[in-house]
């Protein structure tokens, strides 16, 4: 092995799966393992399975499994060499080896003339804010108390009125009419290109590393029927539906805090900020999307919702409510009393302190969609009152224990005035209908195993015992030889490659080894492996070896024996077929079925 090798090695032998996977998901005890929602696809119920004693983990619903450094190479889609120093990073590893190793993420070249005239674009109109014509913005900032070092922070510019000088400046740093208009800011003719934010405040947005990937611009007289703000369109970098604004600076502090605040303006962000309060982020919008689910995912800490307080905000944090309890999201909800006030506003009135307040009243989803549901029922009324009940109950469902559950009962009990004994009935018959075993089976997810043909069963059978011994991995070489099951034979001749350098097997070490090969189809090589990891293995036993034999020694002689009637048959009339078919059934078994 060379020094990379052996330096994944030791990170491996290092660190707990189970933790490292703890810092992106959330990760629950069942039995002897642990259990999780799969984030390699759509999970709802948890189908990923962790095993701290064979240090990998396997999900029976979409086949992905690996080990700690496979988990953190394809979560956040990075190199085997960078999630390697993730993995270290997360564990506290220190090695001097992990200086010397370095791997770059592959940058598209297309795109790097977009961040280039980005980063020019944020410069000038960051020059244009100190303009004599730049006042008005800054008379702006000042009066919604938007410090000097929050405008440097957030690189807050502004647009001049001429948008030719925009662009003429653009073209003098080299950047072509065609680059100017993929960044998204071209308006005008052909004849005469202009700026399309011109005249506005500028607020850059930010992706998760911090490039400039476009801009939200404000207009500056509210008097005018323009629209407030104009988002950059559509581009090649630039995806509203993937922006958390702030992101690039939220997510190590959330990390470190154990939560981060969704709110819906940049407004309120820079007031968080100017409070002290870093791990917050804001929707371009009120709409929480998938990509803004996995983004929150990957921080795996408790996440804040915090809307604003009008009607529609709060609907919105109902929706983005139900939205985190279906996926299964640590979360909760700032309470605003019936403060209509959002937190900008909050804090140029009461300052930190009475933002803190604000901020640190929260409530579990269910009691939040408790007040919502009560502030907008009329209860009086049997119909809505029947109405509150059943939306509640799906909710109360999902309650983190039957005694929170239960506590929830007696309140709908009391606000619909329906009997608890009933509204428990019909508790329990909504659980039962959606009830799921959060165990992982494997042969829960493979009903076709009973129908796996008895040559491949043999070789399974036999492969389960290489998986654990050097012995069974010589017996494959000298009596065996070879598998008809692709993927079983190209684990077959890895294994034997594997045991020349070492004793015993590691399995997390082991797919780690075949990630670092060159083999072709290592993915599918890894999924199989952890597969059969996780899968009941008898011991050691050189008698169901050897029985496993005679299966296969059989089998192949079948198949060879088809292979010799099917060349006997080819050009025969059908009476000499029938006689050739006749002759072969007298010594051998009907023909396997095909597929």
Same mark, same amino acid.
Do not use: W
């Given at each position: 092995?060379?020094?990379?090798?052996?330096?994944?090695?030791?990170?491996?032998?290092?660190?707990?799966?189970?933790?490292?996977?703890?810092?992106?998901?959330?990760?629950?005890?069942?039995?002897?393992?642990?259990?999780?929602?799969?984030?390699?696809?759509?999970?709802?119920?948890?189908?990923?399975?962790?095993?701290?004693?064979?240090?990998?983990?396997?999900?029976?619903?979409?086949?992905?499994?690996?080990?700690?450094?496979?988990?953190?190479?394809?979560?956040?889609?990075?190199?085997?060499?960078?999630?390697?120093?993730?993995?270290?990073?997360?564990?506290?590893?220190?090695?001097?080896?992990?200086?010397?190793?370095?791997?770059?993420?592959?940058?598209?070249?297309?795109?790097?003339?977009?961040?280039?005239?980005?980063?020019?674009?944020?410069?000038?109109?960051?020059?244009?804010?100190?303009?004599?014509?730049?006042?008005?913005?800054?008379?702006?900032?000042?009066?919604?108390?938007?410090?000097?070092?929050?405008?440097?922070?957030?690189?807050?510019?502004?647009?001049?009125?001429?948008?030719?000088?925009?662009?003429?400046?653009?073209?003098?740093?080299?950047?072509?009419?065609?680059?100017?208009?993929?960044?998204?800011?071209?308006?005008?003719?052909?004849?005469?290109?202009?700026?399309?934010?011109?005249?506005?405040?500028?607020?850059?947005?930010?992706?998760?590393?911090?490039?400039?990937?476009?801009?939200?611009?404000?207009?500056?007289?509210?008097?005018?029927?323009?629209?407030?703000?104009?988002?950059?369109?559509?581009?090649?970098?630039?995806?509203?539906?993937?922006?958390?604004?702030?992101?690039?600076?939220?997510?190590?502090?959330?990390?470190?805090?154990?939560?981060?605040?969704?709110?819906?303006?940049?407004?309120?962000?820079?007031?968080?900020?100017?409070?002290?309060?870093?791990?917050?982020?804001?929707?371009?919008?009120?709409?929480?999307?998938?990509?803004?689910?996995?983004?929150?995912?990957?921080?795996?800490?408790?996440?804040?919702?915090?809307?604003?307080?009008?009607?529609?905000? #709060?609907?919105?944090? =109902?929706?983005?409510? *139900?939205? $985190?309890? /279906?996926?299964?999201?640590?979360?909760?909800? @700032? %309470?605003?009393?019936?403060?209509?006030?959002?937190?900008?506003?909050?804090?140029?009135?009461?300052?930190?302190?009475?933002?803190?307040?604000?901020?640190?009243?929260?409530?579990?989803?269910?009691?939040?969609?408790?007040?919502?549901?009560?502030?907008?029922?009329?209860?009086?009324?049997?119909?809505?009152?029947?109405?509150?009940?059943?939306?509640?109950?799906?909710?109360?469902?999902?309650?983190?224990?039957?005694?929170?559950?239960?506590?929830?009962?007696?309140?709908?009990?009391?606000?619909?005035?329906?009997?608890?004994?009933?509204?428990?009935?019909?508790?329990?018959?909504?659980?039962?209908?959606?009830?799921?075993?959060?165990?992982?089976?494997?042969?829960?997810?493979?009903?076709?195993?009973?129908?796996? #043909?008895?040559?491949? =069963?043999?070789?399974? *059978?036999? $492969?389960? /015992?290489?998986?654990?011994?050097?012995?069974? @991995? %010589?017996?494959?070489?000298?009596?065996?030889?070879?598998?008809?099951?692709?993927?079983?034979?190209?684990?077959?001749?890895?294994?034997?490659?594997?045991?020349?350098?070492?004793?015993?097997?590691?399995?997390?070490?082991?797919?780690?080894?075949?990630?670092?090969?060159?083999?072709?189809?290592?993915?599918?090589?890894?999924?199989?492996?952890?597969?059969?990891?996780?899968?009941?293995?008898?011991?050691?036993?050189?008698?169901?070896?050897?029985?496993?034999?005679?299966?296969?020694?059989?089998?192949?002689?079948?198949?060879?024996?088809?292979?010799?009637?099917?060349?006997?048959?080819?050009?025969?009339?059908?009476?000499?077929?029938?006689?050739?078919?006749?002759?072969?059934?007298?010594?051998?078994?009907?023909?396997?079925?095909?597929?």
């Amino acid at each position: 092995m060379d020094n990379h090798d052996t330096l994944f090695e030791d990170v491996l032998k290092s660190a707990n799966i189970v933790d490292v996977l703890s810092s992106y998901i959330n990760v629950t005890k069942k039995g002897r393992n642990y259990v999780a929602l799969c984030p390699f696809h759509d999970d709802r119920n948890p189908s990923l399975m962790i095993s701290s004693e064979k240090q990998i983990y396997k999900c029976f619903v979409c086949g992905a499994g690996g080990n700690a450094i496979t988990f953190v190479r394809d979560f956040e889609k990075i190199s085997i060499g960078e999630a390697v120093q993730k993995v270290a990073s997360i564990i506290g590893f220190t090695d001097e080896r992990l200086k010397s190793y370095r791997e770059e993420r592959p940058i598209d070249s297309r795109l790097i003339p977009l961040y280039k005239c980005l980063t020019d674009l944020t410069e000038y109109y960051q020059y244009c804010l100190t303009t004599e014509e730049g006042q008005i913005a800054t008379e702006y900032l000042n009066k919604r108390k938007i410090s000097s070092a929050i405008q440097k922070t957030y690189k807050i510019g502004y647009a001049l009125q001429n948008g030719e000088a925009t662009v003429m400046f653009l073209q003098q740093r080299g950047h072509s009419i065609k680059t100017i208009e993929r960044v998204g800011i071209l308006g005008g003719s052909i004849e005469h290109p202009t700026d399309r934010n011109r005249g506005r405040l500028i607020f850059p947005i930010t992706n998760i590393d911090g490039q400039v990937i476009g801009f939200s611009a404000r207009r500056l007289n509210d008097k005018s029927a323009e629209a407030k703000y104009v988002n950059s369109p559509e581009t090649e970098i630039f995806h509203k539906s993937e922006v958390l604004y702030n992101i690039d600076k939220a997510k190590d502090s959330a990390r470190h805090d154990g939560y981060i605040y969704v709110l819906e303006g940049f407004m309120d962000i820079f007031a968080l900020v100017e409070a002290g309060i870093k791990s917050t982020v804001a929707l371009m919008g009120t709409f929480l999307t998938s990509e803004h689910l996995k983004i929150l995912r990957n921080l795996n800490v408790e996440i804040r919702i915090c809307l604003d307080g009008d009607e529609p905000g #709060q609907a919105a944090m =109902l929706k983005i409510s *139900e939205t $985190l309890s /279906q996926n299964q999201y640590k979360y909760r909800i @700032v %309470n605003n009393d019936g403060d209509t006030r959002d937190p900008d506003d909050i804090y140029q009135a009461s300052g930190v302190n009475g933002l803190k307040t604000y901020l640190n009243n929260l409530l579990s989803g269910v009691d939040f969609a408790f007040n919502y549901y009560s502030n907008h029922s009329q209860l009086d009324k049997g119909t809505e009152r029947e109405k509150l009940a059943q939306k509640m109950l799906p909710i109360i469902a999902k309650a983190p224990s039957e005694l929170l559950a239960e506590d929830y009962l007696k309140k709908l009990s009391h606000l619909t005035g329906f009997p608890l004994r009933s509204l428990s009935k019909e508790y329990r018959r909504y659980k039962n209908k959606n009830a799921n075993d959060p165990q992982v089976a494997v042969n829960d997810f493979h009903p076709e195993r009973p129908l796996m #043909q008895r040559l491949q =069963l043999a070789e399974h *059978e036999i $492969l389960m /015992q290489m998986l654990q011994s050097p012995e069974a @991995v %010589n017996f494959y070489q000298k009596e065996i030889g070879y598998f008809y099951h692709d993927i079983y034979r190209n684990i077959a001749n890895f294994l034997i490659d594997y045991f020349q350098n070492h004793e015993t097997i590691d399995i997390a070490n082991l797919i780690t080894e075949l990630e670092l090969s060159s083999i072709s189809g290592k993915e599918n090589l890894t999924n199989q492996i952890t597969e059969l990891s996780f899968e009941k293995k008898p011991p050691y036993s050189l008698e169901h070896l050897q029985e496993c034999q005679k299966i296969i020694t059989e089998e192949k002689n079948q198949i060879s024996a088809e292979d010799e009637l099917q060349k006997k048959l080819i050009g025969k009339t059908d009476i000499e077929r029938a006689m050739i078919l006749n002759e072969y059934y007298k010594t051998h078994k009907r023909p396997r079925k095909k597929g």
